[in-house]
């Protein structure tokens, strides 16, 4: 006779209540709870600028360096950290994030935030995320593409948690016409634009402090 062994029986888990009774839950667990609770995209972005500072944290929390060393960032990564660049598209032109330097680097004076095709009003800025294949030589050629994508999501998901946090409004999308937008942007032929992700004020937001 065949002796089989019992099916694994689930493992129930408490819901929203597991807060309330775990008398370890830290002061940080319950801020990022709350953000985790609030996170949502929202297409309906004001027109105005964010103020430099805000937009510096912005750029900071999405992969920006956190410790010693120039590839130890905000943003977890399969790939080391090498593979993406961070383009920002602002009415003044087309910028690279450099974040060991915590600068933009000015790439064109073409704007270039309307290339997403959404139909989604214009926002302030739109993050470009661009990986480069050649900078991933340890990766198998069949794993680039979709390891340099996981690395992308990383960086937007801490761009989408800082948005929430940060009372501004934030989505993702694909954009209809990556090769032409690449061909916009003027990058090197083994490039890939991956994901957009526009950034600013929520639509008939309260007046924030223009320094925050």
Known sequence: ME??????ADVPLIGLQAFALDADFSAQGIALHNILRQRHSQRQIAPDPLPQYRLSRLLWAACGCNRDGAQLRTASSICGGVAIDLYVAMAGGLYRFDATRMVLARCSEEDL????????????????????????????AQDRQWQAALDAGFMAQNVSLFCTAEDLATYMQV???????????????GECVLLLQPVGMPRDAAPRDPWM
Request: proline fraction near 16%; glycine fraction near 12%; charged fraction near 20%.
């Open 3 to 8: 002796n089989r062994q019992p099916a694994p």
């Open 113 to 140: 935030r309307s290339c997403g095709g959404d139909g989604a009003p214009v926002a302030p800025l739109e993050l470009i995320y661009v990986a480069d294949p050649a900078r991933m030589a340890g990766v198998p």
């Open 175 to 189: 954009p209809p016409d990556r090769a032409a937008l690449a061909k916009a942007m003027k990058l090197g032929g």
